[in-house]
């Protein structure tokens, strides 16, 4: 059981941690179905680590909303921000049962990694190699959901994970994990490698 | 033998389904409340009804098939993964209420740009339409029109959009984007 902290106030804007948390969220989803298909225990870990993140935040954000509210018309507008921010919560914490199968050694069974074989998005990870022509480029540049239908939503760095990058270069020997479609991930993997010298 | 192949491959072809509606629900909820669409947050709703059904089905499904005592932890991750499809469900199903309790949202709701004209609109493919038996890639609505794909629903199947989704005629897309944008829109799919 790890620790639970004490979460103190501080001023944020309530739109931009909605919407990080609306981010986070998303991506817990993504990256605890990765941890299921590749039945990793790092992975299901990385999702919990965002799970306690959650949590702080949703603390944040509502002592912030209970400063922000002024008179009646306030309190009635901003109890549906709450709500939101709470359900973003909920949404993060069936995520972290997801990465709970994986690490309590419940079972993957096969037809789940069926299941993501026949799903319209797909989940792969990759190491980006030396000679990789992705290396040195941001992530908004590489622009690979325009190009082949594929998102990064996350980059692993070491032990340090980049959730949701935009403005982050990718180097040689980070972790990529993608999603996208079957065909738009092999190449985007393929590349990784270093195995293309263009995505086309 | 032939009895459990076809009980897994229904079983199978369940998950997938609660899976995939249940993150579409999830962006489509999302974007109700960044719209502002009742419309949106409606079919959210009638999502939520239709993964309630499925779920139950998928877990009977899942208890009725006779399995070995090593089995039952492969069964219970299973029956674990779908509760957790149906609890994202209800999460978009509760977040598409907000929109639907009506009022005006609180401005940091609408995360996106205040004074936009932006709406969201539903054509049908048309027969003969132009775009028709094309993929969503080349039909290149965003680039001629500025509307955004939201979903493509065929009869009582919702897909998320996809560059190699082929349009068939009789599908309907749903849609955002600016005003100005709409009749550009329904013309092109609507042929």
């Known amino acids: 059981m790890s620790e639970v902290e004490r979460v103190e106030y501080t001023p944020v804007s309530v739109r931009e941690t909605l919407i990080l948390m609306k981010d986070i969220s998303e991506l817990m989803i993504d990256l605890a179905y990765s941890a299921a298909l590749f039945d990793s225990r790092e992975l299901a870990e990385e999702v919990m680590d965002l799970e306690s993140k959650m949590d702080s935040l949703v603390y944040v954000l509502n002592m912030n909303l209970m400063l922000a509210a002024r008179d009646k018309d306030d309190a009635e507008s901003l109890a549906g921000v709450a709500k939101v921010g709470s359900l973003t919560n909920s949404i993060s914490d069936a995520a972290a049962d997801i990465a709970g199968i994986v690490l309590n050694d419940i079972g993957i069974h096969p037809i789940v990694r069926e299941v993501f074989q026949r799903t319209e998005e797909?989940?792969?990870?990759?190491?980006?190699?030396?000679?990789?022509?992705?290396?040195?480029?941001?992530?908004?540049?590489?622009?690979?959901a325009a190009e082949v239908g594929v998102d990064i939503i996350a980059i692993r760095r070491g032990r340090h994970w980049m959730v949701n990058p935009k403005k982050e270069i990718v180097l040689p020997e980070d972790v990529l994990v993608a999603r996208g479609t079957a065909s738009g991930l092999e190449r985007v993997m393929k590349a990784a490698r270093g195995e293309v010298d263009k995505l086309g | 033998m032939a009895e459990d192949k076809e009980l897994f491959e229904r079983i199978c072809n369940d998950l997938v389904e609660l899976k995939d509606t249940s993150e579409m629900m999830i962006d489509l909820a999302y974007s109700s409340l960044l719209l502002n669409s009742r419309y949106l947050a409606e079919?959210?709703?009638?999502?939520?009804?239709?993964?309630?059904r499925l779920h139950t089905e998928f877990e009977l499904r899942v208890l009725s098939s006779r399995c070995d005592v090593e089995d039952v932890k492969g069964l219970l991750g299973l029956i674990r993964m779908g509760v957790v499809t149906e609890r994202l469900a209800d999460a978009a199903a509760e977040i598409a209420e907000v929109v639907l309790r009506g009022g005006e949202p609180h401005p940091v709701l609408s995360?996106?740009?205040?004074?936009?004209?932006?709406?969201?609109?539903?054509?049908?493919?048309?027969?003969?339409?132009?775009?028709?038996?094309?993929?969503?890639?080349?039909?290149?609505i965003p680039e001629e029109t500025g509307m955004w794909v939201l979903v493509v629903r065929r009869g009582e199947r919702w897909m998320r959009p996809r560059p190699e989704t082929v349009l068939q005629a009789g599908d309907v897309i749903i849609a955002s984007g600016y005003a100005e944008g709409e009749e550009d829109f329904m013309k092109l799919v609507g042929g």
């Open chain 2, 43 to 52: 079919e959210v709703r009638l999502l939520e009804e239709r993964v309630d």
């Open chain 1, 122 to 144: 797909h989940l792969a990870r990759a190491r980006v190699a030396e000679t990789s022509i992705l290396a040195g480029k941001t992530v908004n540049d590489l622009d690979l």
């Open chain 2, 111 to 140: 995360m996106v740009i205040q004074d936009a004209d932006e709406t969201v609109e539903r054509v049908v493919v048309g027969e003969g339409s132009s775009i028709e038996g094309k993929t969503l890639k080349e039909a290149r």
